[in-house]
Nanobody
Framework: QVQLVESGGGLAQAGGSLRLSCAASGRSFGRNVMAWFRQAPGKDRESVAA????????TYADSVKGRFTISRDNVKNTVYLQMNSLKPEDTAVYYC???????????????????WGQGTQVTVSS
C-alpha cells in the first residue's frame, strides 16, 4: 500500500521559514515526478512546485519562485519543500503528490497525480 506522509507544517511569522517533508512508502518514486500543492480555504488546489526525482529538474509557481525550493532524497524516498520569506498568502494546507508512471513530464494539474498525502497545515501570521 502506497502512502505519502507530510510533516513539518505549523505556524510561522511573515518572513520566516518552514521545511516540509513528504515520506513515501510502499514503492519507490525515484523515477517519478513528485509535487507539492496547496489549498487555501475557498480556493482551488494549486501547484506550488514539482520535481523529476530521477534528474532533479524542478519547476515552481510564479508566486513562490525564489522563495521555495523543492528537493528529494531518493535513498530516503522523501521529497522536501524548503519555504523561506513566508508571506500570509502562503497560508494553506500543503499536499504532497506523486505521479504513477515513471519518467513522466512535470504537470501542474492535480488530476495527473495518483498518490496524495493527507496534507499539513501551514499558517503564516503577519
Amino acid at each position: 500500500q502506497v502512502q505519502l506522509v507530510e510533516s513539518g507544517g505549523g505556524l510561522a511569522q511573515a518572513g520566516g521559514s518552514l521545511r516540509l517533508s513528504c515520506a513515501a512508502s510502499g514503492r519507490s518514486f525515484g523515477r517519478n515526478v513528485m509535487a507539492w500543492f496547496r489549498q487555501a480555504p475557498g480556493k482551488d488546489r494549486e501547484s506550488v512546485a514539482a520535481i523529476m526525482c530521477w534528474s532533479g529538474a524542478s519547476t515552481y509557481a510564479d508566486s513562490v519562485k525564489g522563495r521555495f525550493t523543492i528537493s528529494r532524497d531518493n535513498v530516503k524516498n522523501t521529497v522536501y519543500l524548503q519555504m523561506n520569506s513566508l508571506k500570509p498568502e502562503d497560508t494553506a494546507v500543503y499536499y504532497c503528490a506523486a505521479a504513477s508512471a515513471p519518467f513522466g513530464t512535470i504537470s501542474r494539474r492535480p488530476q495527473d497525480y495518483t498518490y496524495w498525502g493527507q496534507g499539513t497545515q501551514v499558517t503564516v501570521s503577519s
